[in-house]
């Protein structure tokens, strides 16, 4: 295939601008034959020589696609909303995305934050696009997908996203799938962590029912657990399990009044407020912590009656882990933000919380993750009134259900991070009770990557 | 060669929401989505739209020289009869403008 050449291309690397045109026009990538020949003469000659991101095939992604961590087409989409092709986007999206309109109300939208047009104007509210497609047409049948059934069961344990986007690409690829929740209610955090003014519930009941439409079992109130004696997964009758049970319990807040009257840990508060349950707030609503929960505890708050919500955070603005449109949206509707400031006890008179006292904090050198470390200022100690105090600093995984299961030192659980296999065989596990609280998106991501690592397991 | 992406610099649209004075009353939601005459404006902003730019790197690379452009209009046009199918037009161009179709058999 080189013989006859009478020139050869060089490439003047300081002329290079990397377009990549080259590469792609090249016919002989293009003959079937040829692709495939890495060990032929003109693989080994060209192998080395060009970096990693220069090998054919890996053309670079656009910025909003490789900022996301499902690797969503996004600017595939805008393009076909732009020419007014939504059932097209629709599919599109569903291509990679199990759970497009959830993600369109409550992602975290890294795709925004790389887009180009930020040097222009203002980033595509790329979002709320998807979020229009996925509300546009909602009564719309996903596409069956014909494939080869397969005999294998495999067992997902919760239907948060990261359980969800499991299920639907295993049952895709033909697996028989049965998913436990251990609530009353699927759909994990999505359904008990976030509040209904920030995701509708019939947008997630939506979803969950497309994902049922596909043949995926779905078990409520149904815990499961692991027994430490390595047998749990033949006892089961599965082949293979997908554990995606989440972080569901508050981190203690080390004080002493913890346990009076009128402290709530955070993600319990909000927990019970979405299953229903009655919650008595006072008139004085004081939140500690500065991420997601905090801040829906502190909007939740206001809308249960409470006259005045403040939010206390240690370190600044600028580190709080939330959505920055959420604290914006939580400061227009009236909650106060009290930052570089944490509790020191909390003050009780009969058995019920009356305040806390407070410490101020001063930001010293960032640490290992590159937060800046907060440093009590000395005798800088103040008090304040609050009937209901909510802890919100932090989430824990349960570790009642998983014995026999291999830990890292925080309490989530340990996976190999090539196939996200536990330390038990046949185990997978993703979400956030192996990376911690984290974004939605980056559960499905874990999802789609437990289904894909199964779906190697099994066809070995 | 290649022509710039319209860069029209918009300003920031006012996003609608719910008054603050409705909020507190429950849990309806807060954000309201995009009606469709705001999504396409929205997404007709995108620099990586999939719309042909005029850069000709088609033309230029097309082995059966068949891709030219049309000098009054501006308009790329691609004669089929001497295209051979070999997809180089549409592997090169950066705006994915060129997609490739089955032929049917006649």
Do not use: W
């Given at each position: 295939m080189v013989e006859g050449r009478t020139h050869r291309p060089l490439i003047q690397a300081s002329r290079c601008q990397g377009c990549d045109v080259c590469i792609r026009g090249c016919p002989v990538e293009l003959i079937p034959e040829y692709r495939k020949e890495e060990e032929s003469l003109r693989g080994t000659l060209y192998r080395g020589k060009m970096g990693k991101e220069m090998v054919q095939g890996k053309?670079?992604?656009?910025?909003?696609?490789?900022?996301?961590?499902?690797?969503?087409?996004?600017?595939?989409y805008v393009a076909l909303i732009a020419k007014g092709k939504f059932k097209e986007a629709l599919e599109l999206i569903r291509e990679v995305n199990p759970l497009p309109a959830v993600c369109g109300f409550i992602c975290h939208h890294p795709c925004e934050e790389a887009c180009l047009r930020e040097e222009v104007d203002h980033p595509i509210p790329i979002r709320l696009l998807k979020r229009f497609i996925a509300e546009h047409d909602r009564k719309r049948e996903r596409p069956?997908?014909?494939?080869?059934?397969?005999?294998?069961?495999?067992?997902?344990?919760?239907s948060g996203p990261a359980g969800l986007a499991c299920a639907n690409d295993l049952s895709l690829l033909g697996f028989k799938v049965t998913i436990f929740e251990s609530l009353p209610v699927l759909g994990g955090m999505l359904t008990v962590g976030i509040p209904e003014f920030r995701l509708p519930r019939e947008v997630i009941k939506m979803e969950i029912d497309g994902i049922r439409e596909l043949g995926v079992k779905m078990e409520t109130n149904h815990p499961f657990r692991f027994d430490g004696n390595g047998r749990t997964?033949?006892?089961?009758?599965?082949?293979?399990?997908?554990?995606?049970?989440?972080?569901?319990r508050s981190s203690k807040l080390d004080v002493p009044g913890e346990s009076l009257h009128g402290v709530f840990p955070g993600v319990e508060f909000l927990r019970d407020i979405n299953l229903g349950r009655k919650v008595e707030l006072g008139k004085k609503a004081a939140i500690l912590g500065g991420g997601?929960?905090?801040i829906d505890a502190a909007r939740s708050a206001l809308r249960l009656g409470s006259k005045q919500v403040d939010l206390y955070y240690r370190r600044s603005r600028k580190e709080m882990p939330a959505i920055p449109e959420d604290v914006q949206e939580a400061v227009r509707e009236g909650v106060h933000i009290h930052l570089l400031t944490a509790p020191v006890r909390m003050i009780g008179a009969g058995g019920k919380a009356i305040g806390m006292e407070c410490i101020r904090m001063r930001l010293g050198e960032p640490d290992e993750r590159g937060r800046k470390k907060p440093i009590p200022i000395q005798s800088s100690n103040f008090k304040v009134n609050a009937e209901t105090i909510i802890s919100a600093i932090g989430q824990r995984v349960d570790q009642r259900p998983l014995k026999g299961l291999e830990k890292n030192p925080d309490g989530t659980i340990h996976v190999d991070p090539e196939?996200?296999?536990?330390?038990?065989?046949?185990?997978f596990a993703g979400g956030d009770m192996v990376t911690g609280p984290g974004w939605a998106i980056d559960a499905i991501a874990a999802g789609?990557?437990?289904?894909?690592?199964?779906?190697?397991?099994?066809?070995? | 060669m290649a022509k710039e992406c319209k860069k029209e610099v918009m300003s920031r649209?006012?996003?609608?929401s719910l008054p603050i004075k409705e909020r507190r009353k429950g849990f309806s939601p807060v954000e309201f989505g995009l009606i469709r005459e705001e999504a396409i404006k929205e997404a007709e902003r995108c620099l990586g739209l999939r719309e042909c730019q005029y850069c000709e790197i088609c033309g230029l690379l097309c082995p059966d020289l068949c891709i030219t452009r049309d000098e009054k209009t501006g308009e790329v046009?691609?004669?089929?009869?001497?295209?051979?199918?070999?997809?180089?037009?549409?592997?090169?161009?950066p705006k994915g403008a060129i997609e490739m179709a089955l032929e049917e058999a006649k």
């Open positions: 053309v670079p992604l656009p910025p909003c696609q490789e900022a996301c961590p499902i690797h969503q087409d996004a600017r595939g069956k997908k014909g494939l080869r059934k397969r005999r294998e069961k495999i067992l997902v344990v919760g997964l033949k006892r089961s009758g599965f082949d293979a399990i997908f554990l995606s049970m989440g972080a569901h997601n929960v905090a196939t996200s296999e536990t330390s038990m065989k046949g185990v789609k990557k437990g289904a894909e690592s199964i779906h190697q397991f099994l066809s070995r | 649209p006012k996003r609608k046009l691609i004669d089929l009869d001497y295209c051979k199918g070999c997809g180089i037009c549409a592997s090169v161009c």
